[in-house]
């Protein structure tokens, strides 16, 4: 026990792990992480207004609002004000409003106690996601008609790199209860001069707040706009939205732009903790073997088996703990906490723990392949940063599982726990993904193999380098 | 009970240089067996791999019947190394770095390491990094790692390269001390007459083989082939009187008398009976290194 507590106290104050630890808080500065965080993205897309509402006229206005996440999890503690100005249909009327605040469902109830029949109202929300204001006209209806307001049709999980986007619709029904019999319609056309439209699905809509995954793989390959409808009993539109294929799909690797697009697009994470694992392995392994340091301990009453395992330990463990530091840090600062159970923060631990253990492991097996410390690192460096800049890694998987926000719906969605999914063709999709970037679905493998292929090679990685390294060991100088 | 190679023969990649072969070689407690051969000849490859640092290609080595390659931990430790080179980690400090060692020994008393630190002389250096050190301290580093297991043998490559006098003269005491307390040393050197000084027995080793064991017999017992006379006012007559034991020439001083097994007792009689007051008489060659090169000259 005091030889791994002696290995783990050698590891931390080693240099590289030093220099390392300041390199990535200088990389992180850089990366402006927390700016466009892979997981828990702030309301600076145009198509994620972060909140929605509707509203019902009965001699006085009732606003329901929702707000959420980039994720469409709901947020709770977001402050709502409506405004409305003095004058409009009443010139002496006094300018009113009213406020409330979400509760734990993201949801809150304003009213407006005015009469008007058309005038303007200011619409304001503060959460943890951002600001956001809205100033339009809000006009008098008939009672029990409850009017679509902005956000009622939302995008949330798409952007670059997100894999599944997923269409939010806020629809309540009259007096706030249930949706009184629409329906989400979901329309493809095709690139001019095709003239023709295909209808993908007409779901009814049963709650206030529904999600519908976009079937990306079923989308035509040269469609050109991508119509959401959200329709009322008669079929008569309510509210819609239109997108193109192109800004609900990946972003293409070839298209990422260098600088610092590709900085802030990229996941910073992914890249920095797999560049933590190196370090720590430099400083823990591969440096000690290339300037024959570890000698001298192996001329010591140990074997080479257990230098390797305790030098191995003494990675791990603060690894752990930056990986740990790393996801508390994006989460609270950055993330919508309220949006995540603790068991999904701890599945996000874990897919950043395996990849970063995965490179931990291929820094000690290089170690024994290459001589030369400073390659070892440059070679681990350059698969990190290949896979992280260029390659969805494994913090998608976990980005994956944060589509709802409890982990057995997590794990409903998403098909990553089907041996089937894990042994798919990830190689032949991979290609076929990076032979036509950017053409519009065809050429996206399903998020589920792709994740689950990655889950499956870093798992891999993680488990047969060390072992491999162990082997070497023990056989070779 | 001894430190034994069995069969041992080891390989370098990528070129597969025999470095040892079929090295097979006893250490017994108390004794110090010498390992001499040129640069190169496998001396620090045979006390690497002993030392349990480098892994032999075939056969095996035992401490005390405990074999290197599956009682690896109870072998080392009977062992102590100290490397020809400072392999310590640079940066790391004198005293913590001797802390972490004895750590990985385990059973090492806390007050030890300073007991060391002060008998090598280091304590005033226990702060230092390592980097920071001269070579004979490094050495001297190395000989308190070798002390942390309170070893039953010794492995000692080339432990008198880049020592200063003084330093020479305390490892060479702590050398004699070692072998007193019933250590057993393997000590390597090129230098054989630097060895002979020390070695119950002297190892030859030449392109990886083993050449020949020189026993204390051959190492301290062989016929001289030089000897220097000492005889103030020494002349032409005096070489005359000194041409039956070998080659005379006069020098300051006296003479040299070379030839195979000069013998320095007859050349002392006969000089007192010429009437010469002889005040040294000292064997200039033990012939140790014509020994050496005879058996070099004899392998290739």
């Known amino acids: 026990m005091s030889a ?11 240099p590289a792990t030093i220099v390392t630890l300041i390199l990535v808080l200088l990389l992180a500065g850089l990366f402006d992480v927390g700016s466009t965080p892979s997981l828990g993205r702030p309301f600076d897309y145009g198509y994620n207004s972060g909140y929605a509402f509707s509203y019902e006229y009965n001699g006085g206005f009732v606003f329901w609002f929702y707000v959420f996440n980039g994720h469409g999890a709901p947020i709770a503690g977001a402050n709502l004000t409506v405004s409305v100005p003095a004058g409009g249909n009443s010139s002496s009327v006094p300018a009113v409003s009213g406020s409330a605040t979400t509760g734990p469902d993201g949801r809150a109830t304003v009213t407006i106690a005015r009469n008007d029949s058309t005038t303007e109202f200011t619409i304001e929300s503060v959460s943890s996601g951002g600001t956001d204001e809205w100033t339009g006209p809000v006009g008098a209806t008939p009672p029990g008609d409850v009017v679509p307001g902005p956000g009622t049709l939302s995008l949330v999980d798409s952007g670059p790199y997100d894999l599944t986007p997923t269409m939010l619709l806020f629809c309540p029904g009259p007096s706030g209860g249930a949706p009184d019999g629409p329906s989400l319609e979901i329309r493809a056309n095709y690139s001019a001069p095709d003239p023709r439209e295909v209808q993908l699905s007409l779901t009814p809509v049963t709650s206030d707040v529904t999600t519908y995954v976009i079937p990306r793989g079923e989308l035509p390959l040269s469609s050109s706009r991508i119509d959401f409808l959200l329709l009322n009993r008669n079929g008569s539109e309510l509210a819609g939205m239109s997108e193109t294929p192109r800004e609900l799909s990946v972003v ?11 900085l802030e697009d990229t996941n910073q994470w992914g890249f920095v903790v797999p560049l933590v694992a190196i370090g720590l392995g430099y400083a823990a392994y591969a440096r000690p073997r290339s300037s024959r340091s570890l000698e001298p301990v192996l001329g010591l009453p140990t074997t080479r088996a257990g230098v390797l395992i305790r030098r191995y330990v003494s990675a791990v463990v603060p690894l752990a703990v930056v990986v740990a ?21 701890a599945m996000i631990w874990a897919g950043l723990f395996l990849e970063a253990v995965a490179f931990l492991g291929f820094v000690f097996l290089l170690a024994h392949l290459l001589r030369s410390a400073g390659l070892v690192a440059v070679v681990a460096g350059g698969v990190a940063g290949f896979l992280a800049f260029f390659v969805s890694d494994t913090i998608y998987l976990v980005a994956e599982l944060g589509h709802t ?41 399903s998020a589920g193999t792709l994740f689950g292929s990655l889950l499956a090679v870093t798992a891999f990685v993680a488990i047969s380098a060390p072992v491999v390294a162990l082997m070497l060991a023990r056989r070779r100088d | 009970m001894a430190l034994e190679f069995q069969n041992v023969s080891k390989r370098f990649w990528p070129n597969r240089t025999p470095a040892l072969r079929d090295l097979t070689l006893k250490v017994e407690p108390g004794e110090v067996l010498g390992l001499v051969g040129r640069n190169g000849a496998g001396k620090t490859t045979a006390i690497r791999i002993a030392a349990g640092v480098s892994l032999p290609g075939s056969g095996n080595v035992q401490v005390d019947g405990h074999p290197l390659d599956r009682e690896k931990v109870a072998a080392s430790r009977l062992l102590g190394w100290v490397p020809e080179e400072s392999v310590h ?17 385990g059973d090492v008393e806390p007050a030890r390491i300073g007991e060391l630190l002060e008998t090598w002389g280091l304590t005033q250096f226990r702060r230092r990094r390592v980097r920071t050190l001269s070579l004979g301290m490094r050495r001297r580093l190395s000989l308190i790692a070798s002390e942390l297991t309170q070893p039953k043998y010794l492995l000692l490559d080339e432990v008198f390269n880049g020592l200063d006098p003084e330093a020479v003269v305390t490892v060479r005491a702590w050398v004699r001390e070692r072998r007193a307390a019933g250590c057993g040393l393997l000590l390597s050197s090129h230098n054989l007459r630097e060895l002979a000084k020390f070695a119950d027995r002297v190892a030859v080793l030449h392109e990886g083989r083993l050449l020949k064991v020189l026993d204390r017999a051959e190492l301290h017992e062989r016929p001289s082939r030089v000897v220097r006379v000492q005889v103030p ?22 003479a040299l008398v070379r030839g195979e097994g000069v013998d320095a007792g007859g050349i002392a ?25 005879e058996l070099v000259r004899g392998a290739t």
């Open chain 2, 233 to 254: 006012g020494f002349d032409e007559a005096g070489l005359r009187v000194l041409e039956r034991f070998g080659t005379p020439e006069l020098v300051p001083g006296g």
């Open chain 1, 252 to 262: 293409p690797y070839n298209q990422t732009f260098w600088g610092q697009d590709l």
């Open chain 1, 4 to 14: 791994i507590l002696a290995d783990l106290r050698r590891t931390l104050f080693a």
């Open chain 1, 325 to 345: 530091a790393a996801v508390v840090i994006e989460f609270a600062i950055y993330g919508p906490v309220s949006g995540l159970a603790p068991a999904l923060l």
């Open chain 2, 89 to 105: 980690e640079e940066s790391a400090k004198v005293e913590p770095l001797l802390r972490y060692y004895a750590a990985i020994v």
């Open chain 1, 405 to 445: 926000s409890t982990p057995s719906g997590a794990l409903g969605a998403a098909p990553l726990w089907n041996p089937t999914q894990l042994a798919g063709a990830a190689i032949g999709e991979y290609f076929s993904w990076l032979g036509s970037p950017g053409e519009g679905w065809s050429g996206l493998p």
């Open chain 2, 269 to 293: 009689a006969a000089l007192v009976h010429a009437g010469y007051v002889v005040q040294g008489l000292t064997r200039e060659d033990d012939g140790l290194e014509e020994l050496y090169l």
